[in-house]
């Protein structure tokens, strides 16, 4: 390997398939933006575009772009650490391969339908060819069956290569984890006509994947990450994320119900959802708790500076994000006020980018290290580090930004809309007519554009970073390989045996 030259033919075959999956990511992460200026220009200017590529379609290509890529960013990941976590070569390579390219193509076709053929008859060769009509999921029957297919193929590579390798605390998570990630998918894909009935399932897979079992994922990813970028030892990170993983099910999964509250399900879904979801904020400080710690104890001496600004990034952005902003709008009693409004959306994106955008990032900065024959990426880059800390501000004031703007909407929304209007058509329509909405759609507009430049540059980085550098990557030590000093030893065997 030549440090600072592009060294993909070294790389093994795990690693070779995680960058092709982070390059199909990343080039869906820059048609997502795009999609989410269109749609939020059309806020402002209604007429742009009305007939050719309506809101609905920038919309549903906006958010399917998000998922699709995030779960690209994800594949790219396991793919990356599994031959280092198993200690053995990825098993079924040529599967691997075959379902990598089986999977872009259809999410290609997937999108050139959206965009051009866009809409159907009310019947079923609709739902089989053109849009199944489930938001964040509307990939059509024949893409969803395609999807579990291939996520199938990606299971056995994964469960093989650790059958045949060595476990960790990590992989096991992971394993299990990854089964109730996909099992979870088909909640998504029957078909009823009865609409409750639908949501009710729907929900399934988007509040538990985002709210569980993608949490449990990027907790695995986290865990890696930390032990890579500081050389955090492997006991502590373990214990952690075992208590992460109990705190995260153990909220998570009956939080569901803050979806069951207006849509025809029993009441009782008011208490337990609003109860469990309350607490799904405390795993969410325990992860921020867990990097900081780790962090600080390392002094913040990395051998990846931008990984970890970005892991750092992805604790509070998931604190705040997913924990914080929607611990807002979860009990019942404020829901009925803030429920579709711009509030959820101002939740929703921030949440998505903190907990799940960040760390995806993270690992690509991890992954293009190795790529570029394990350089430098400490202090003193070349550059001085302006690319990745520039991308890493612009990114991320676009998006405070943004959901600033989307809070104030939400919450005049809120206000004229719900609490003074009594939720009626007309006051539906007074509340986003009032100026404190207007303006804050012009406030999304900008911080978006702006995180658009931040994102344009993050890539740029992304294609440049390590390049023109000479040293090789700083050696982190690893706490595992030095004897325990005596004072942890009390302190982690206490936490240990807490944790299992
Ligand atoms: C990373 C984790 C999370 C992500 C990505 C996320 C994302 C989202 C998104 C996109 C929506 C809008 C869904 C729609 O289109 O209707 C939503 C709704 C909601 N989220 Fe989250 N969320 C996360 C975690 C949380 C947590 C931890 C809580 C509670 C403490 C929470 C509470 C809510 C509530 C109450 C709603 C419903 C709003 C409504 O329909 O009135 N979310 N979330
Ligand atoms: C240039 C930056 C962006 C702009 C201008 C933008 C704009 C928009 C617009 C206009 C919508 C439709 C909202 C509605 O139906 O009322 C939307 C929805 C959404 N966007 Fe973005 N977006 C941007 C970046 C992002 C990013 C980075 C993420 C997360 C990774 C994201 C996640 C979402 C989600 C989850 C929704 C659905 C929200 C809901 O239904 O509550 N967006 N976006
Ligand atoms: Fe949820």
Not at 135 to 144: C, G, L, Q, S, V
């Amino acid at each position: 390997m030549t440090v600072g030259a592009l060294n993909y033919a070294d790389l093994s075959i795990g690693k070779k398939l995680a960058i092709k999956y982070f390059t199909v990511a990343m080039v869906l992460f820059l048609a997502q933006m795009l999609f989410g200026l269109i749609a939020a220009w059309q806020f402002i200017a209604p007429d742009f575009l009305f007939g050719i590529l309506d809101f609905n379609v920038n919309r549903m290509v906006h958010i399917n772009a998000m998922v699709v890529w995030l779960l690209y960013g994800f594949i790219g990941s396991i793919f990356w650490l599994i031959e280092d976590e198993s200690g053995v070569p990825l098993v079924g390579a040529r599967i691997a391969e075959a379902t990598f390219w089986i999977l872009t193509v259809a999410v290609v076709i997937v999108v050139l339908v959206y965009l051009f053929v866009q809409s159907g008859p009310g019947e079923t060769a609709t739902l089989w060819l053109i849009n199944e009509g489930r938001e964040y999921i509307e990939a059509p029957r024949w893409a969803d069956i395609g999807i579990v297919v291939c996520m199938v193929a990606i299971f056995y590579n994964v469960l093989a290569t650790f059958l045949k390798g060595q476990w960790s605390g990590i992989s096991g998570v992971l394993v299990l984890d990854l089964i109730a990630l996909a099992g979870l998918y088909l909640a998504g894909m029957f078909y009823t006509t009865n609409l409750p009935v639908d949501q009710y399932w729907w929900w399934w897979v988007i509040h538990l994947w985002v709210e569980a079992t993608w949490e449990v994922l990027v907790g695995c990813i986290m865990a890696w990450g930390l032990i890579k970028t500081l050389g955090a030892r492997r006991k502590i990170v373990t214990t952690w994320l075992y208590i992460e993983v109990a705190l995260m099910f153990g909220s998570g999964i009956l939080g569901l119900g803050h979806h069951y509250f207006w849509i025809g399900t029993p009441e009782y879904w008011l208490g337990v959802g609003g109860f469990f979801s309350a607490l799904e904020p405390i795993p969410l400080v325990a992860m921020v708790v867990h990097s900081v710690y780790d962090a600080g104890r390392h002094a913040f001496r990395s051998n990846n500076h931008p990984a970890l600004a970005w892991l750092i990034a992805h604790a509070f952005g998931n604190f705040l994000g997913a924990g914080v902003w929607g611990f807002m709008q979860t009990l019942p009693q404020i829901n009925l006020y803030t429920h579709g409004t711009q509030w959820s959306s101002s939740h929703g994106h921030l949440a998505f980018f903190g907990a799940y955008v960040t760390i995806v990032v993270a690992f690509i900065y991890l992954a293009l290290q190795k790529l570029r024959g394990d350089v430098w990426m400490s202090g003193g880059l070349v550059d001085r580090g302006r690319k990745w800390k520039w991308s890493l501000v612009l990114t991320h004031v676009g998006m405070v930004g943004m959901t600033i703007a989307l809070l104030i909407a939400g919450y005049e929304q809120s206000f004229v809309e719900r609490a003074l209007g009594g939720s009626t058509w007309q006051a539906y329509f007074e509340g986003q007519m009032r100026p404190w909405f207007v303006e804050a759609m012009w406030w999304r507009m900008i911080f978006g554009v702006l995180m658009t430049v931040g994102v344009v540059l993050l890539l740029w980085d992304f294609l440049t970073i390590g390049a023109k550098e000479t040293k090789p990557m700083l050696e982190v030590r690893s706490l595992d390989e030095e004897p325990e000093p005596e004072e942890t030893e009390v302190g982690e065997v206490g936490v240990a045996t807490q944790g299992s």
